[in-house]
């Protein structure tokens, strides 16, 4: 057994030139240099809101969510026009895991209400329903996108615990 077996794994933090130049790819790349994250990532599920959001005042909006696919951060980075998207997925990836953590249980938690949502909404005929549907995920997701924004932009943990706990009841 070598003596680095039991020593912890070095995380990704660079210093020096090597560290300012990395940080200021991201800069330009409109990527925070301090999370790794953009967020530009946002959009996916903001796109969705939007939609939500039409339902009450068009019921007929609902067939437009319903064409909403949850996509992960490499997914949404590929399929998109972003200028840097190969360096965005390069950079979650090298993500301090803890924040990478935090932030991908807030997107799936999104996800999941936002994929629950539509099976709902496929599911029942009234409007009323749908809109009810629509105007409880609005509620739901509007905080997280929030929290999400938080981790990217390097907010308190905290936070983000509390908008977790505000948005579960």
Not at 71 to 83: D, G, I, M, Q, V
Not at 94 to 106: C, G, L, M, S, T
Request: net charge negative; glycine share 4%.
């Amino acid at each position: 057994m070598s003596s680095t077996a039991s020593q912890p794994a070095r995380t990704h933090v660079q210093t020096g030139p090597e560290a300012e130049a990395w940080a200021e790819r991201l800069r330009v790349a409109n990527i925070n240099p301090r999370t790794g994250l953009a967020t530009d990532y946002l959009n996916h599920f903001n796109e969705a809101v939007m939609l939500l959001e039409m339902v009450p005042d068009m019921p007929e909006c609902a067939d437009d969510f319903l064409t909403w696919t949850p996509l992960s951060y490499a997914e949404h980075f590929t399929a998109s026009n972003f200028k840097a998207r190969d360096l965005a997925i390069e950079a979650y990836e090298k993500a301090d895991p803890n924040v990478r953590a935090q932030f991908d249980h807030i997107t799936d938690t999104m996800t999941s209400i936002l994929t629950a949502v539509g099976s709902a909404m496929r599911d029942v005929e009234k409007d009323t329903t749908r809109v009810r549907l629509a105007e409880q995920a609005t509620l739901w997701v509007k905080p997280l996108i929030a929290a999400c924004g938080g981790i990217i932009n390097g907010g308190a943990e905290a936070d983000v615990d509390t908008i977790m706990a505000n948005s579960a009841g």
